[in-house]
């Protein structure tokens, strides 16, 4: 499994490099030069707010993207070039997943966790995929037309004559590729940006106890995505401002976002896979996420890491790297009334009441074995639902929330 694991990541790596450097030399030839723009700031806010939109729901922003294109398509030749998140073989069955999930999101409140939570960690890897899909191939094709668009307005250079023996047209030579070198990358890093901020609210849904907070966090996100679609219509500098906004606090989130993401990728493959069932906890150290309980050494939440247990020394030690490739850290870990609370899709370590480390799925069931590993004198304990104000804020990275002992 860690071999397929590693293959899968190096896949997804060559998608999101290689794709868009493909993307960038050949999509000007692939796709016909399209028509002037009137207003050259309405297609370039144009262009960012499409960016913006698909990085916040991929799948639903690819679709609606899709559907616009093939509406503003004149004739049938028109619409027979188009790519092929335009066509309805794409159109429809993304628009129906689409659907599924705002179904499983309405109902979700209703419904009892055990029923919901498979459905979360599916919506979770959809979003992954269709994200990677998106940034290989939607976003490179998109922002090469803005090349276009930029070079089809470029004034046109002088014809230089020699004794009117010959003519060098330099307006002649094509510079769309060498734009688009420079287009695609930006393009592929705002919408990295701001798709992880987006991907964070999967994350959190997770983690999440309460249907009708799952419900909230994405009608949230849906309700942004209208909000920049319709201001690309209406008015082309408001639909740039938004965008910049959004982008700038996506960027300003990054790592909060980031470990969000980490935990909801590792969350998602241990589910999905079962691998509870192959997983023993090792004597000396294990990964696990932290919580508030080392905020204060400054490591932030949810930071993924190895809890290794130094028995010559007496001590607990936690050990990390920020960003995941940065060199390695280490804080000692003091608790005063350590147990493991078990939770129903994923178990904590804690400190009285408080959430030192959250357990990924794979401890489930292996908690007896962390006890002992650890010697954490507060044994096993069951635990309920969070409270709903506790949750929120524990989610957000506010204090820790309180668990009810049942």
């Not at 493909?22 to 030069?33: F, L, M, N």
């Not at 999905?272 to 309980?293: A, D, I």
């Amino acid at each position: 499994m860690k071999r397929l694991s590693i293959v899968c990541l190096i896949l997804g790596l060559l998608a999101v490099v290689a794709v868009p450097a493909w993307a960038a030399t050949s999509a000007a030839k692939a796709e016909p030069a399209p028509a002037a723009d009137k207003s050259p700031i309405g297609a370039i806010s144009k262009t960012v707010a499409t960016v913006t939109g698909i990085a916040i729901s991929p799948l639903l922003g690819t679709g609606a993207l899709g559907v616009y294109e093939r509406f503003t398509a004149k004739t049938d030749a028109e619409k027979a070039k188009l790519p092929w998140y335009a066509q309805w073989s794409f159109i429809l069955p993304a628009l129906g997943i689409v659907g599924v999930c705002a179904a499983k999101d309405s109902f979700g409140a209703i419904l009892p966790p055990g029923m919901k939570k498979p459905l979360d960690v599916l919506e979770t890897i959809e979003n992954k995929a269709t994200g990677l899909v998106a940034a290989g191939a939607v976003v490179p094709f998109t922002m090469s037309s803005l090349s276009k668009m930029i070079a089809s307005h470029a004034p046109a250079a002088p014809v230089i004559e020699s004794t009117g023996l010959a003519a060098i047209h330099i307006g002649a030579i094509d510079g769309a590729w060498l734009l688009n070198l420079l287009t695609v990358p930006f393009g592929i890093a705002v919408f990295v940006v701001v798709w992880m901020a987006s991907h964070a609210i999967n994350a959190l849904i997770l983690l999440s106890p309460w249907g009708a907070i799952d419900a909230a966090l994405k009608g949230a996100r849906t309700a942004l995505l209208g909000i920049i679609t319709l201001s690309a219509t209406l008015n082309p500098w408001i639909s740039a401002a938004l965008s910049l906004v959004i982008i700038v606090t996506a960027y300003l989130v990054a790592g909060w976002a980031f470990r969000l993401t980490i935990f909801g990728t590792v969350f998602s493959w241990e589910f999905l896979t079962g691998r509870k069932f192959r997983f023993k906890p090792v004597e000396r150290e294990n990964k696990v996420f932290s919580s508030t309980q080392l905020v204060k050494q400054g490591v932030p939440m949810r930071t993924y890491g190895r809890l290794v247990n130094e028995p010559e020394n007496g001590k607990l030690v936690f050990a990390y790297k920020p960003w995941m490739v940065l060199p390695e850290k280490t804080v000692t870990v003091t608790m005063n009334a350590p147990s493991v609370g078990k939770g129903l899709f994923f178990s904590t370590v804690r400190d009285g009441e408080r959430t030192a480390f959250v357990l990924p799925p794979r401890y489930r069931g292996h908690e007896e074995a962390v006890v002992r590993i650890y010697r954490l004198e507060g044994g096993v304990q069951d635990a309920g639902l969070l409270k709903a104000w506790g949750t929120l804020r524990e989610l957000f990275g506010g204090s820790a929330a309180k668990a009810q002992v049942v």
